[in-house]
């Protein structure tokens, strides 16, 4: 700092910097590298810009969504109201008015089937399966561990009804092309609400299939000492040469008179009694 004569101003004698490169020896407006760092900070700038405008966006976005959402709520929640009134009013007007019952004779077509098979492989096991004595009930309690036959394996309630087929009449039909058998090998008691739902393990039906170790491990400890009975069940069965089920191979026999009967009644349904059902609706 050099002060002059009067002792009142002062002037710095250091050499000035430039306000764009720091650099000493010119000032901002004669900076060689002026344009350069002019166009860095632009692009700089640029970017903060371009990064605030996303947030903005980004901010505005959620708040679309958001809004988008409690509409879509407010919607589906009115739509459930409908759902239910319209429900509501189809239950009252059905008591009023009769409902049109005309297809209803179309829907019996395969329950038909299935009580023409029940009786045609009700006759198949009495001639050819192997009887159920006895000590074959005895057997059954005693490796379900039941007091009586009439008591569920999976709850221990009284069962009323006749109990559940373990290897499906019809129901594995497509999956193994075999058909169940109608005895007591077969059938084994449970209760309503617990029929099919309780041979429903790892991802398999345990009426037809095998479970491996490692799946086995996936069920509950329950669900392990039942799959484990009706194995021992099953392998009983073997053992006394009874069929819980008839292999389409082995026996050709029943799986053609079924087809043929099966044919004979889609036969029936549709020339003789839609048909007939038909031309009695028209005389009302």
Known sequence: MIYN?????????MPRKCGLCEKEGH???KCPEKEKI???RFEKKKEKDKLIEKKRFDKGWKSIEKNIKKKIKEYDESKDRFINIKKKMEKFFKKIFPTNRSKNLENRETDTYYWFDKDILNC????????????DARMKLEIFEISRDNICIITGQKSNGIGDHLYEIRGYYKATGHYGSETQWNILPVIGSENKKYKKMA??????????DEELTTCSESQRELYVKIQKWKQYCKERGANIYWDNLQHKKLYELIKKSEEFITKVYK???IPFRNEILKEL
């Open 5 to 13: 004569n009067h002792n009142r101003y002062y002037r710095n004698t």
């Open 203 to 212: 991802g398999k039906d345990i009426g037809y299939q095998e479970l491996t």
């Open 271 to 273: 020339e003789q009694l």
């Open 124 to 135: 198949y096991d009495i001639k050819y399966n192997v009887r159920f004595l006895p000590k």
């Open 38 to 40: 002019e166009k860095e």
């Open 27 to 29: 000032n901002r407006s």
